[in-house]
């Protein structure tokens, strides 16, 4: 039987209190350090003390960190960890910028410390359940992928945009679910809430293997979705990751005898299936997968690689929408 994983959590906020709970829930693991500059606002350390940084961590003599700080502390904090050859899972966006990213990464793979990000939405049912039907082949040729992501603004964030910080998510599931990179983006954004960053974007992209995408990312909307729409040869997936849904329009086979209708509509409409299937909390597979990873068994985490280019593809939209241009790859 394997000896229990040593964990520590650096960031105490709105995530890091779930991150500490999910910590605490999974077997082959302890929590046994926390720290945060600020305190503990949501009472998460239960009898461990409060550290003031990632030292104290370190000084724990932990096998492994959470890192669930502001976006612009991930380098330092990151760098500091690989460097006292700590494995880490570090919230998503990787870091501020694709430079930060950069050394982000080869600090770990130069250590040979397994680092991951953040990027839960993988690890949602839905998704989950999609990647597997288009790697059988369920929709045939891909098309397109569109995406929506708005709601309300969340009053967390202070350090980066929408795009940073919401439409990583997009970017990173857009990718890693058709299994091509990003080849080009397209963007334009918005300042209407009177802060620094932009809080709206509308993105279209193309990927490697040819698919086109849409993106719309807000922080300005009472209506909260989270949606991704795959639409291939034999019709469209649609994931909703807030309910965890799958669904299924199937294109129809069936002719359409009204002939108005049936030059009006194109494809035809075919079955509608939504699929059942186990919905586990998509923090706790995160977790779940970084801990088999530092274990060493080869667990399906977001590589600090991968998350590298997602802050690569998020800083060409904000150049995309800068010089009014379509940014290359």
Not at 19 to 28: K, W
Not at 118 to 140: K, M, T, V
Request: zero cysteines; glycine letters at 10%; charged letters at 25%.
């Amino acid at each position: 039987m394997m000896a229990q994983l040593r964990a520590g959590l650096i960031g105490l906020g709105m995530m890091g209190r779930h991150h500490a709970r999910v910590l605490r829930q999974i077997d082959g693991v302890d929590l046994v350090a926390v720290a945060d500059a600020t305190g503990d606002p949501h009472g998460v350390a239960g009898n461990l003390t409060v550290g003031k940084g990632v030292e104290d961590l370190v000084r724990a003599g932990i096998d492994y960190a959470v890192v669930a700080v502001p976006t612009q502390l991930h380098e330092e904090i990151a760098l500091y960890l690989a460097e006292n050859g700590v494995h880490a899972l570090v919230e998503k966006p990787l870091a501020a910028s694709v430079e930060e990213a950069e050394r982000i990464a080869t600090a770990f793979e130069g250590k040979g410390l397994i680092g991951a990000v953040g990027h839960i939405e993988r690890f949602n049912p839905a998704l989950q359940q999609l990647r597997s039907r288009l790697d059988r082949g369920e929709l045939g040729d891909l098309y397109q992928v569109v995406t929506r992501r708005q709601g309300p603004f969340p009053g967390r964030i202070a350090d980066v945009g929408v795009i940073k910080d919401l439409a990583t998510h997009d970017i990173d599931s857009t990718a890693w679910i058709t299994r091509s990179p990003f080849a080009s983006v397209a963007a334009h954004t918005a300042h209407k809430s009177g802060r620094t960053h932009e809080d709206l974007v509308a993105a279209v992209g193309k990927l490697a293997n040819g698919v086109v995408t849409s993106h719309l990312v807000n922080w300005l909307s009472p209506l909260k979705e989270r949606v991704m729409i795959v639409t291939g040869e034999r019709g469209a997936f649609v994931a909703d990751t807030l309910t965890a849904d799958l669904t299924f329009y199937a294109n129809g086979t069936i002719e359409t005898e009204w002939e108005q209708l049936a030059g009006f509509r194109g494809v035809t409409e075919g079955d509608v299936i939504r699929y059942s299937f186990a919905k586990a909390e998509p923090l706790k597979t995160e977790h779940e997968a970084f801990r088999d990873a530092v274990n060493g068994s080869g667990a399906s985490i977001v590589t600090m690689r991968e998350g590298l280019e997602t802050v690569r593809v998020a800083e060409a939209m904000l150049k995309s929408a800068r010089l009014g241009a379509e940014v290359t790859l």
